[in-house]
C-alpha cells in the first residue's frame, strides 16, 4: 500500500520570504527597546491607553515603520529614527554636545511655545545596545537651563552610545517627541 499521509511523520513547511522578514524586524525591535521598557512604559503610556504592554506595543510598532531599512536578511534599525518618547510638548534643540572623561554634557535651547513650560523638565537617556546598558539623568534639569550634565557609569565611559533627549511637563503627564542627539564614542 502506499501511503499518502503518515501522521507519524513531522510536516516541514520551509517558511516564506515575508514572514521570515517580518519575524527578523520584531526581533530586531524587540532586542534594541527591551532594555529601554521603563523609560518607554512611562513616556508612551498616553498611546498605550493607559496600559504598559499597549505603551509598549505602540513604540515597538512605531520603531518597525519608521526605524527599520534594509531588505531581509539585511536589516537593520536606523538609531536616529527610533522614537523613544512620544508626545505633543514642543522638544529642544540641540547646540553642542561634549564628552569629557566621565561627564556628558549638552547644551540646548527652546523656542517660545505656548505649550512650552519653564518648569517642563529635560531627560537625557544614554543607551549602548553592545554593552547592554541603558540610564538616564537622575538630577532634575528644566528647560530654561539650556544645559544638562550626566556622570557617565563606568560602562559607558569606554563603550560607545546612543544619546537621546525628551522633554516632560512636571506632572508627568505630557511629553515630547524624543530628540537623538547623536552617536557618541569615547
Not at 84 to 93: A, E
Not at 126 to 148: F, H, K, L, Q, W
Not at 168 to 185: A, D, F, L, N, P
Amino acid at each position: 500500500m502506499d501511503f499518502f499521509y503518515d501522521k507519524s511523520k513531522p510536516k516541514v513547511k520551509e517558511k516564506s520570504y515575508g514572514k521570515l522578514a517580518v519575524q527578523q524586524r520584531l526581533r530586531l525591535a524587540m532586542a534594541f527597546l527591551n532594555p529601554l521598557r521603563s523609560i518607554i512604559a512611562e513616556t508612551w503610556l498616553g498611546y498605550g491607553k493607559g496600559n504598559k504592554s499597549k505603551a509598549f506595543g505602540q513604540a515597538l510598532k512605531k520603531l518597525i515603520q519608521d526605524a527599520i531599512e534594509g531588505q531581509y536578511p539585511d536589516q537593520r534599525i536606523v538609531p536616529d529614527r527610533v522614537a523613544i518618547s512620544m508626545g505633543m510638548l514642543p522638544s529642544v534643540d540641540i547646540q553642542d554636545v561634549a564628552l569629557g572623561p566621565e561627564v556628558l554634557e549638552i547644551y540646548f535651547s527652546s523656542e517660545e511655545n505656548p505649550l512650552a513650560k519653564a518648569a517642563d523638565e529635560v531627560v537625557l537617556v544614554a543607551y549602548s545596545p553592545e554593552a547592554g546598558v541603558a540610564g538616564r539623568n537622575p538630577i532634575t534639569c528644566t528647560r530654561t537651563e539650556g544645559y544638562i550634565k550626566v556622570d557617565l557609569p563606568p560602562q559607558l565611559q569606554t563603550a560607545p552610545f546612543h544619546a537621546y533627549l525628551f522633554v516632560h511637563s512636571t506632572s508627568k503627564k505630557q511629553y515630547s517627541k524624543s530628540v537623538y542627539v547623536g552617536y557618541i564614542e569615547p
